[in-house]
C-alpha cells in the first residue's frame, strides 16, 4: 500500500476537497493519502477530539469522572494504554466479536488491515463483514485502534484499521502468552517446540547448531542445551551487565526474578543493558535460546510470579548452576550433623511418658513445665538450625502422627500398644516410618499443596546430585522448582489444585520463591534433625548440603544397618574403627563406614556436645544412670566402648562408669490395698481364695499382702468367715 496519513479526524469538517460533498466519515477515522507512517500512542491520543477522550475515560480510568482539558486527559490514558495489567484487564472485559479481531488485527503486518483481510475466515471463525466493522468502530471507542479511510482511484472508501505501534507489540505479547503454557515459557524443549518451523529454523542457524529442525524437541533442545554449555553459555550475549545479570539471575535466583530486580541488575552493571525495553530483551533472550520475559498466568495452578517475570529456561539455568559448581565447596565455618539423635530423643519422650503422669490441655499441648523437664533430657544439641523448641515440636508431632501416644480421658498421655514396642522396632523400620510420616506432613492453611509434592522430586535429586561433597543449600531446591513449575501442565496439577480448593473462598498461591523456602525449610527442620543430610554453616546461617550415606540408603530404599558388622571395623586392611574414646571422657565418632547403628547405640549413654562431621560426645555420671535406668548396663557400655574404639578406653573412664553405676538404686512404688492378718497361718488361707488371688500382687511378708484392689465379693468374705477370718 502507497499512502500517508493525514492528522484531521474524519469526525471534523473534512478537507477542502471534501466538504459540502457530503461525504459521511466516522468518528475516530483520518484520511490516507500517501506513504504510511507507524502511529505511536501520544499521537494516536493527540488526533482525538476531547469528547472521544472523555468516552475512552470511562473505560480505561474504572468509569472515573473525565476531566474537561485535553491535556488532562491525555497524560492518564497514555499511561494506561502503556500499563501491560491494565491493558491485560481491559482486553480480559472485552466482547466476544472485539476480542476476536483485536486478536486478528495484531497478527497483521505492522498491526494494519483492511476489512477484507479481517473478514477473511482462514485467520479464524466465520465473521461477517457488518460484524467485523462493528467491532472495530467498538475498538475504535474504547482506544485500541484508529480508523482511517484511504483515499485512491482503485480504493476509494477504503477503510484501514491500524493499532498504534508500541500498544500492538504490548497486545501481541500479551496474546502470545495466552497461547504458551508453562512447558513453552519455562522449559527450552517447551520453547523450541512453540516456535514456527521458520523461527526454529532462523534460531538454529543464528546459533550455529547443526541439528535438524523438524526433529523431536526434546533432542533440538539437548543439541543446544550441549553447544551452549560446550560455548558458554552466555558467549553470545553482547552487552557485559546483561551477561552478568543472567548469570546472576541464574546463581541467585534460580532463573526466575521479578522483571523490576532484573532492572536493578542491569542498572548496577550499565546503563546501557538498563534501557533494554521488553520486547527487544524478550527478543534477545529468545533468539540465543536462552530464555523469555513472561507475565504467564499460573493462578489455576496455585502459582502466583507476581507480574512481569524474567525466566531462564530449566536446561539454560541447569547449565549455568553447573558452571557455579565448579567454583568448589560452599565456604563454610563448620558443619552440623544429627546422626540419629531424633530418634534416641524421640525414644526418651516415649520413656518419660510410660514413666511421668504428663497432663495435656484439650488440644493435646502439653504444659509449659513438663516441656521444660521434657527438654532437659534431650541429647539433640542445640545449634542454629534447630533450637530444643523446635526439636521438640519435631518429636511431640511424630509421636502423636506415628500413633505412638494418645490422650486419657484425664488429660494424660500415655502410650498405645505401637508405643510400648517402639524401642524394639528395627532401626531401618524406625527411620524409614518417621521420613514417610515427613513426606505426607500437612501444613497449615493448604501451605503444603505444592510442597508435598516437591518433597519426594527434592528426595530423589539429591541421590543424583553430581557430588557427594557439599552443594549450595540452594542448588538443588533452585532445580526441582524449576522442573516442577515447567511440568505443571503434564502432571496435572491444575486439576488437582481445582479439586483440593474448589469450595475454598480465597486458595492460596506460592510464588516461586515460597516454593524454594518450602524445600529448603523441609531439608533444615525435617531431612538434617533425621540425619538425612548434613549442613554447612557459614555466619551461622545454612550454605551448604550434603547426602548422608543413610540418607542415601533411606531415599533408595535399602537397609540401613543390618546390626553391628564388626568385619567391617577393622584396622587391618579395612575401614578403621569409628570411635576414640578420651580420658577428659570425651568421646569422638568418625563418619567412615556404616556408623549408624554406631551413634544411635552411643546416644544411649553419652551427651551430643558437637554437631559435625566428626560428631563429639561426652560421657558423665547422668547420662551413664540415664543408660542404666533404661536397661543398658554398664557391662555393655564398657563393651560397646571396647569392640568399637581405636585405642583402649582409659582406664579412669572404664572406672567410673562402673562406680557411677553402682550408685544407682532402683525403688519400686505401686498403688494398692495392704492386707495384715495376726499370723501367717491366716495369711496362707486368705490367699487361698480365688477371689483373692485375682487380685494379688505380691506377699510382702508372711503376715501382710499387698493387693491391687479391696476385697468386696460377699461370696468371697462369706466363705473367708466360715474358716474364721473376719475382717475389721
Known amino acids: 500500500m502507497s499512502s500517508t496519513e493525514s492528522t484531521e479526524p474524519m469526525g471534523a469538517a473534512g478537507s477542502k476537497k471534501g466538504k459540502g460533498k457530503g461525504v459521511r466519515r466516522s468518528r475516530g477515522s483520518s484520511r490516507v493519502n500517501g506513504a504510511a507512517t507507524e502511529v505511536r500512542i501520544p499521537e494516536f491520543l493527540k488526533k482525538r477530539k476531547v469528547s472521544e477522550l472523555q468516552e475512552m475515560w470511562g473505560f480505561w480510568q474504572n468509569g472515573q469522572r473525565s476531566p474537561t482539558r485535553k491535556q488532562e486527559l491525555l497524560d492518564p490514558l497514555v499511561e494506561s494504554l502503556a500499563d501491560e495489567e491494565i491493558v491485560r484487564a481491559r482486553i480480559a472485559i472485552l466482547s466476544d466479536r472485539p476480542r476476536e479481531v483485536l486478536k486478528r488485527l495484531v497478527r497483521c503486518d505492522r498491526y494494519r488491515a483492511r476489512l477484507p483481510e479481517l473478514v477473511d475466515s482462514s485467520n479464524g471463525r466465520d465473521l461477517e463483514t457488518y460484524e467485523v466493522e462493528a467491532a472495530a468502530r467498538a475498538l475504535s471507542k474504547r482506544g485500541f485502534v484508529q480508523v482511517l479511510r484511504e483515499h485512491s482511484a482503485s480504493r476509494r472508501g477504503n477503510e484501514i484499521y491500524v493499532i498504534p505501534r508500541d500498544l500492538g507489540d504490548l497486545i501481541m505479547g500479551l496474546l502470545k502468552e495466552e497461547r504458551r503454557g508453562p512447558w513453552q515459557v519455562f522449559s527450552l524443549a517447551g520453547h523450541i517446540e512453540s516456535l514456527s518451523a521458520a523461527r526454529r529454523a532462523a534460531s538454529l542457524s543464528a546459533l550455529g547448531c547443526d541439528v535438524d529442525p523438524d526433529a523431536d524437541p526434546l533432542a533440538v533442545a539437548t543439541a543446544v542445551r550441549s553447544l551452549l554449555r560446550d560455548r558458554g553459555v552466555l558467549h553470545a550475549v553482547a552487552d557485559k551487565s546483561l551477561r552478568e545479570a543472567l548469570a546472576h539471575t541464574a546463581v541467585h535466583h534460580g532463573g526466575i526474578v521479578s522483571r523490576a530486580d532484573f532492572d536493578e541488575l542491569l542498572r548496577d552493571g550499565a546503563a546501557a543493558g538498563a534501557a533494554m525495553d521488553r520486547r527487544q530483551l524478550q527478543t534477545e533472550l529468545e533468539d540465543l535460546c536462552l530464555g523469555t520475559i513472561t507475565t504467564l498466568a499460573l493462578g489455576d495452578f496455585g502459582v502466583d510470579l507476581g507480574g512481569e517475570t524474567v525466566v531462564l529456561f530449566t536446561g539454560i539455568a541447569d547449565v549455568l548452576l553447573d558452571d557455579a559448581l ?403
Not at 488440644?363 to 523448641?389: K, V, W
Not at 519435631?394 to 506415628?402: D, H, N, P, Q, R
Not at 468374705?717 to 477370718?725: A, T
Request: hydrophobic share 40%; aromatic share 8%; charged share 25%.
Open 326 to 728: 565448579q567454583a568448589g565447596v560452599p565456604e563454610h565455618d563448620r558443619v552440623d550433623a544429627a546422626r540419629v539423635d531424633l530418634l534416641t530423643d524421640l525414644q526418651q519422650f516415649l520413656n518419660l511418658v510410660a514413666s511421668t503422669p504428663l497432663r495435656v490441655t484439650q488440644g493435646r499441648t502439653i504444659y509449659r513445665a513438663a516441656q521444660h523437664r521434657i527438654l532437659d533430657s534431650f541429647i539433640f544439641h542445640e545449634d542454629d538450625l534447630m533450637d530444643r523448641e523446635a526439636v521438640f515440636g519435631v518429636l511431640y508431632s511424630l509421636a502423636f502422627g506415628l500413633e505412638l501416644v494418645e490422650p486419657t480421658d484425664e488429660s494424660r498421655l500415655r502410650l498405645t500398644d505401637k508405643g510400648k514396642q517402639w524401642d524394639s522396632v528395627d532401626l531401618t523400620e524406625k527411620i524409614g516410618a518417621i521420613y514417610a510420616r515427613f513426606l505426607e506432613e500437612r501444613l497449615p492453611d493448604g501451605r503444603d499443596f505444592h510442597v508435598r509434592r516437591l518433597r519426594r522430586a527434592l528426595a530423589k535429586a539429591l541421590t543424583e546430585a553430581p557430588s557427594e561433597d557439599f552443594l549450595p543449600l540452594t542448588d538443588v531446591p533452585y532445580r526441582v522448582r524449576n522442573d516442577y513449575i515447567a511440568n505443571l501442565e503434564v502432571e496435572g496439577v491444575q486439576e488437582q489444585y481445582k479439586n483440593r480448593f474448589q469450595y475454598t473462598y480465597s486458595p492460596p498461591k506460592e510464588s516461586p520463591d515460597d516454593l524454594l523456602a518450602g524445600l529448603i525449610g523441609y531439608i533444615v527442620t525435617r531431612l538434617y534433625p533425621l540425619g538425612v543430610v548434613d549442613i554447612a554453616i557459614a555466619d551461622e546461617k545454612a550454605v551448604g548440603v550434603c547426602l548422608t550415606d543413610l540418607g542415601r540408603r533411606l531415599i533408595r530404599g535399602e537397609r540401613l544397618c543390618g546390626g553391628i558388622d564388626e568385619a567391617q571395623f577393622t584396622t587391618v586392611g579395612g575401614t578403621p574403627l569409628p570411635l576414640v574414646v578420651n580420658p577428659d571422657f570425651e568421646v569422638l565418632l568418625f563418619p567412615e563406614g556404616d556408623v549408624n547403628e554406631v551413634a544411635h547405640t552411643l546416644g544411649r549413654f553419652a551427651s551430643r556436645t558437637k554437631s559435625e562431621r566428626v560428631a563429639h560426645y561426652r560421657i558423665s555420671r547422668e547420662t551413664v544412670e540415664r543408660a542404666l535406668v533404661k536397661g543398658m548396663p554398664s557391662d555393655e557400655v564398657l563393651t560397646f566402648l571396647t569392640e568399637h574404639s581405636r585405642m583402649p578406653v582409659p582406664q579412669n573412664v572404664a572406672y567410673s562408669i562402673r562406680e557411677w553405676a553402682a550408685r544407682v538404686r532402683f525403688a519400686t512404688q505401686r498403688e494398692g490395698v495392704v492386707i495384715t492378718t495376726t499370723d501367717a497361718a491366716s495369711l496362707d488361707t486368705v490367699l487361698a481364695v480365688d477371689e483373692v488371688q485375682r487380685v494379688l500382687v505380691e506377699r510382702i511378708c508372711p503376715t501382710a499382702a499387698l493387693l491391687r484392689a479391696p476385697i468386696t465379693d460377699w461370696d468371697a468374705l462369706q466363705l473367708l468367715r466360715s474358716l474364721g477370718v473376719y475382717f475389721r
